[in-house]
T-cell receptor
Framework: GAVVSQHPSRVICKSGTSVKIECRSL??????MFWYRQFPKQSLMLMATSNEGSKATYEQGVEKDKFLINHASLTLSTLTVTSAHPEDSSFYICSAVTSGSGDTQYFGPGTRLTVL | DAKTTQPPSMDCAEGRAANLPCNHS???????VYWYRQIHSQGPQYIIHGLKNNETNEMASLIITEDRKSSTLILPHATLRDTAVYYC??????????????FGQGTELSVKP
C-alpha cells in the first residue's frame, strides 16, 4: 500500500517550453501533496504544499507563476514548469500524505527534467 | 520544526548492525522523529517514525532517548542494498493534512562487503 507514482520519469525539453509532471497516489486518497526539487549532490528542497481543491502554498523564493501546481482530485496533483530554462533542470519529487497512517508522507520515484 | 544534526557519512560492514545517530536537542513535545532514506536517483523511502517510545518495524528500529534530544536508527543486519542517504527529520504530527518535511543533509551510509 501507499504507492505514489510520477509521470514522466524523465523529460528533456527545449528552453522556453512548458513541462507538466503528474503525481498520483495509486492506492489511497491524498488531501495533501508536496512538491520538492533536488539538485545534484544536494538535499531535497520543499517547493510547495498542495491541498486538494485549493491553491497551493509556495515556499519562500519559489515563483508561483513559474511553477504552476494543480491538485484537482484526491489522487492527482500536477506541477507545470512554465517557460523552462536550463537552470530549472533538476530532479522533481512529489509526496502524498495518507491520513490513515498518522499522516506519513510517501514519495514518488521522481522526475528528471533536463532543459536544453 | 526543530533542526537535526547527523554525521555526513558512515560505513558499515555487510551483515552487521548499522546504527545511525541523530541529534534534535530543540525538539518540541508534539514533534515526531521521522526517518527516510534515499537511494541514488530515487524518491525517498519512508522507514519509521516515533514520538517518545522506541519503535520497530520490518525495516528498522528507532531508539529515542528519554529526554527526546537524540535518537538512533538501527538496521539490524545491513545489506549492500541499504547503501543510501538516511534523513532524520522532526516535525509536528497529527491531523489529516500532514506537516511539511524539511530535509537536512542526512547521513550517507555505505555498506561494504
Amino acid at each position: 500500500g501507499a504507492v505514489v507514482s510520477q509521470h514522466p520519469s524523465r523529460v528533456i525539453c527545449k528552453s522556453g517550453t512548458s513541462v507538466k509532471i503528474e503525481c498520483r497516489s495509486l492506492d489511497f486518497q491524498a488531501t495533501t501533496m508536496f512538491w520538492y526539487r533536488q539538485f545534484p549532490k544536494q538535499s531535497l528542497m520543499l517547493m510547495a504544499t498542495s491541498n486538494e481543491g485549493s491553491k497551493a502554498t509556495y515556499e519562500q523564493g519559489v515563483e508561483k507563476d513559474k511553477f504552476l501546481i494543480n491538485h484537482a482530485s484526491l489522487t492527482l496533483s500536477t506541477l507545470t514548469v512554465t517557460s523552462a530554462h536550463p537552470e530549472d533542470s533538476s530532479f522533481y519529487i512529489c509526496s502524498a500524505v495518507t491520513s490513515g497512517s498518522g499522516d506519513t508522507q510517501y514519495f514518488g520515484p521522481g522526475t528528471r527534467l533536463t532543459v536544453l | 520544526d526543530a533542526k537535526t544534526t547527523q554525521p555526513p557519512s558512515m560505513d558499515c560492514a555487510e551483515g552487521r548492525a548499522a546504527n545511525l545517530p541523530c541529534n534534535h536537542s530543540t525538539i518540541s513535545g508534539n514533534e515526531y522523529v521521522y526517518w527516510y532514506r534515499q537511494i541514488h536517483s530515487q524518491g525517498p523511502q519512508y522507514i519509521i517514525h516515533g514520538l517518545k517510545n522506541n519503535e520497530t518495524n520490518e525495516m528498522a528500529s528507532l531508539i529515542i532517548t528519554e529526554d527526546r534530544k537524540s535518537s538512533t536508527l538501527i538496521l539490524p543486519h545491513a545489506t549492500l542494498r541499504d547503501t543510501a542517504v538516511y534523513y532524520c527529520i522532526v516535525r509536528v504530527g497529527g491531523g489529516n493534512q500532514g506537516g511539511k518535511l524539511i530535509f537536512g543533509q542526512g547521513t550517507e551510509l555505505s555498506v561494504k562487503p
